[in-house]
């Protein structure tokens, strides 16, 4: 029988296990892949059948931008086949066409779109709803404050149900609608999300906030925020460290560093290349990120950080590991072209060999792109997280350690 929001938030209920996912556009569907395969290894172990979901293994999901958008399908119930097909539907829908320049004069793609995308799945529910099978947080930055924000819908946390008195809106009555697409409310791409924050004594609202994308914070790769969640008394959450009673997934969408010759970078108009930095600094907190979490675990894949300090594999810096901790991704190499018919090929890359065939070089450039909402892209990215997440995923991994008590019984 699948648990309670209780018993999933509980400190006093056993082991916790934690889902981290990050943000990157259209390749959450490479995401889903790697938890399509996920799905399938811990519903073969529950015994459940179809009617397993993920939110019944996870005591908590968070995600930022499109993470967000699978966390919360996923807290809700959905399968990982149900949100595949939905992003398979909303990637040439809400990326198909631009609307603007996406610099200068108006953001890349319409939030209306995306908005119509979700609302099938999220209707009204807000973060309060009965429908959430598991806990949830949803990671935004609110620019006009400068605050990083995440919620959750934890009953103990400070703003979840603040007095009346208070003119504090509470969390529990945010739309998840509208936290969703203020975690994916990316500069450029989307127009920002206004949220009403607070209201006066006749329920009239007199302050409102401006969110942007999360990945704008320290964010998009949410799992240190996540673990301080777990950990840090003020969420309310107090569950216990170690390497026995914590665990966390933590799913990449695809990584490939940001890189620019220095000529081209300074003939770039500067709007430009302030997007280029940003992406920068999204893809250096990412893997500062996992650097943080690795070392405060001993994970059976250790990510390569760079190449200075390796994949860290033994380097835990505290006495005892704090968590189970294993980053699930896949760096996205590119390929030179090749101009003439005439030129050598070249040597697979390991993509290709992780999928058994070569693979056309501009496919390959573009599997980084957060907007390739084209039919093929997405396909292949699906293709490449389940390819991705059976390197991961086995009988080993997660750590049958962290199987339900009840599992053990069927």
């Known amino acids: 029988m699948p648990k309670s929001l209780f018993e999933h938030l509980s400190p006093d209920t056993g082991a916790k296990r934690i889902l981290a996912l990050d943000g990157g556009g259209v390749k959450g569907i490479f995401t889903l892949g790697m938890l399509k395969v996920l799905e399938q290894e811990l519903r073969r172990r529950s015994g459940a059948g179809d009617a397993f979901r993920l939110c019944d293994y996870y005591d908590l999901i968070g995600g930022?931008?499109?993470?967000?958008?699978?966390?919360?399908?996923?807290?809700?119930?959905?399968?990982?086949?149900?949100?595949?097909?939905?992003?398979?539907?909303?990637?040439?829908?809400?990326?198909?066409?631009?609307?603007?320049?996406?610099?200068?004069?108006?953001?890349?793609?319409?939030?209306?779109?995306?908005?119509?995308?979700?609302?099938?799945?999220?209707?009204?529910?807000?973060?309060?709803?009965?429908?959430?099978?598991?806990?949830?947080?949803?990671?935004?930055?609110?620019?006009?404050?400068?605050?990083?924000?995440?919620?959750?819908?934890?009953?103990?946390?400070?703003?979840?149900?603040?007095?009346?008195?208070?003119?504090?809106?509470?969390?529990?009555?945010?739309?998840?609608?509208?936290?969703?697409?203020?975690?994916?409310?990316?500069?450029?791409?989307?127009?920002?999300?206004?949220?009403?924050?607070?209201?006066?004594?006749?329920?009239?609202?007199?302050?409102r906030g401006s969110f942007v994308d999360g990945a704008v914070s320290a964010n998009n790769n949410p799992s240190m925020q996540l673990f301080m969640l777990a950990l840090e008394p003020s969420y309310k959450f107090g569950w216990k460290p170690g390497a026995d009673t914590l665990m966390m997934t933590s799913c990449g969408t695809g990584s490939r560093r940001p890189t620019i010759d220095g000529d081209a970078f300074k003939g770039l108009p500067p709007g430009l290349r302030g997007v280029h930095a940003l992406r920068a600094m999204v893809y250096d907190t990412q893997i500062q990120g996992i650097m943080m979490m690795q070392a405060f675990s001993n994970p059976k894949k250790p990510w390569r950080i760079n190449s200075e300090i390796g994949d860290m594999d033994g380097h835990c810096i505290t006495p005892a590991p704090l968590l189970d901790y294993?980053?699930?991704?896949?760096?996205?190499?590119?390929?030179?072209?090749?101009?003439?018919a005439t030129d050598p090929i070249p040597p697979m890359s390991p993509i290709e060999r992780l999928l058994g065939r070569e693979l056309d070089a501009d496919a390959m450039n573009a599997l980084d792109l957060m907007d390739n909402g084209k039919k093929a892209n997405m396909e292949l990215l699906l293709e490449l997280g389940e390819a991705t997440g059976r390197t991961f995923v086995d009988a080993t991994y997660p750590d049958p350690k962290f199987d339900l008590p009840e599992w053990r019984s069927t």
């Open 64 to 207: 930022t931008s499109t993470g967000a958008i699978i966390a919360t399908a996923l807290a809700l119930g959905l399968s990982v086949e149900e949100i595949i097909a939905l992003y398979l539907r909303l990637g040439p829908d809400v990326f198909g066409r631009t609307a603007g320049d996406g610099v200068f004069l108006q953001s890349k793609f319409e939030s209306k779109k995306l908005r119509r995308a979700l609302h099938p799945t999220l209707t009204t529910k807000t973060l309060g709803s009965q429908d959430l099978r598991t806990g949830l947080a949803i990671h935004a930055k609110r620019i006009d404050t400068g605050s990083a924000w995440v919620v959750t819908n934890h009953p103990l946390g400070v703003f979840y149900d603040p007095a009346e008195s208070s003119g504090i809106f509470p969390n529990k009555r945010y739309r998840l609608i509208d936290l969703v697409l203020a975690s994916a409310a990316a500069p450029t791409f989307f127009d920002e999300v206004v949220i009403d924050i607070a209201y006066d004594e006749k329920r009239r609202p007199i302050q």
């Open 326 to 340: 294993q980053r699930m991704d896949i760096v996205l190499d590119t390929k030179p072209k090749r101009r003439r």
